[in-house]
């Protein structure tokens, strides 16, 4: 089952990616491009061809460093997503995938999102999907689970990681609208239900 969840979770990456660079033009932007909360170079940065560009920031050290090992030309930095070293403006793009369900301030990284780039593209899961899959296994209905213990229970029949699913906190579509109101949604569907949400500006200087 693991290795049928990690076939499909490369899957859904991939063509994620094939979206992003659809939706956001990527093969055209010149500057640079913010992976933000970028990990270990495990989406954004593997995929894209020209890593000089990028600039991979994440708060976790080993996990920049893991990236930063990966793709040597990658530029890398470990800051707080909420408060972004960079001016304003700096980059062409900002790419945050997967990481505004963990931050303790959403509203506070999408101010830096909108700050920092000229445009952005964000994803995050949908809290009503009915399968969970932050935990890397798909575990069903998880999070319509009223009791901690039985979430608890959950996890450990499916093999899933308790304590890092309770550090989730899924953002509905309208705090997601308010958080980046000069944004359009789309989203990512899987048996025609919303599975995440894609949160996007164009580059406007090339608008």
Request: hydrophobic content about 45%; charged content about 25%; proline content about 5%.
């Amino acid at each position: 089952m693991w290795r049928i969840f990690a076939a499909l979770r490369r899957h859904f990456r991939q063509r994620r990616y094939l979206r992003l660079r659809d939706l956001m033009v990527i093969e055209s932007q010149t500057g640079l491009i913010l992976d933000l909360g970028g990990g270990p170079a495990s989406f954004f940065a593997a995929m894209f061809s020209r890593p000089k560009q990028v600039i991979l920031l994440d708060i976790d050290y080993d996990r920049a460093y893991q990236a930063k090992c990966k793709y040597p030309l990658l530029r890398v930095i470990v800051a707080d997503g909420e408060r972004l070293p960079l001016a304003d403006h700096s980059v062409d793009m900002t790419i945050c995938n997967s990481v505004i369900e963990h931050v303790d301030s959403p509203e506070e990284l999408a101010r830096e999102i909108r700050r920092v780039g000229w445009g952005y593209f964000l994803q995050t899961p949908n809290g009503d999907f009915p399968l969970e899959t932050h935990s890397f296994i798909a575990i069903p209905l998880y999070s319509f689970i009223p009791w901690v213990w039985s979430q608890r229970l959950m996890c450990r029949v499916f093999r899933g990681n308790f304590e890092y699913l309770r550090g989730v906190r899924y953002l509905s579509e309208q705090r997601l609208r308010a958080a980046f109101p000069d944004a359009t949604i789309a989203y990512e569907k899987v048996f025609g239900l919303i599975k995440s949400f894609y949160v996007y500006r164009l580059n406007e200087r090339m608008e």
